[in-house]
């Protein structure tokens, strides 16, 4: 089977071309497989790129775990990168469908390669029982929620899937590697959730560090920066345009006026491969 690793970001997949032929057999095993770092390809996730009845391709993306996920902001860039790059769809505007619906991305190509996407993310998902989370409001905001002994303030907000945002004043390893496990299985988030540390550096730039339902830290998120951003806006902690720095590199975000939210950043292909086992 021939498989493609790309990152947008660092956040890194394997990705599927099902527009051949192929058996991918029992499909959270072989993610599980391939995205092991030491004994297979390595990955955050693998990532399906099917033909779709709505859009000009279909993403079904898979965490380290196994488990599916409904989204994911970085991978989407990449999908539309290979559509375009690889002939399936040779247009600068793409619409993918996800779990999260058919989304619009238009394509920035240099030397006939994409080199950056910008992504209509749709509106944010606000209602608590949507998110989902038992925390409340709609959505939870500055909402307490303790974990791992200590008394947190957290935003909740989802962008087809769930994100739980605190905002620190350093972010550091103990809030990604020793909190972050924990508000992921929290009681409060019944389908587990991602969670996002924001260090605040002016209203218009912000450094965050994710640890992601499923596959632990990644150097990036890409719905985990656009859901940042919105609770941010919503605890009143930055503006509307955003500059997210991710351990992988930097996304642009805007929460328009209109109500959607518009992720710009890089996507790169690293190498092509096969999977004989």
Known sequence: MKFTKMHGAGNDYLYVNCFEAVDLGDIPSLAQAMSDRHFGAGGDGLVLIQPSERADARMRMFNADGSEAEMCGNAVRCVAKYVYDHGIAKKEELAIETGRGVLTLQCSVLDRKVDRVR????????????????????????????????????????????????????????????????????EAFPRKINAEFIQVLSPSEVIMRVWERGSGETLACGTGACGAVVAGVLAGKNDRNVTVHLTGGDLEIEWAETGEVYMTGPAAEIFTGEWHA
């Open 119 to 186: 992504v209509n993310m749709a509106e944010p998902i606000l209602k608590s029982s949507d998110i989902p989370t038992t925390l409340p409001g709609d959505p939870p905001v500055n909402a307490k929620l303790s974990v791992g002994g200590r008394d947190l303030e957290v935003t909740c907000v989802s962008m087809g899937n769930p994100h739980c945002v605190t905002f620190v004043d350093e972010v550091n390893d103990d809030w990604v590697l020793n909190i972050g496990p924990r508000i992921e299985v929290h």
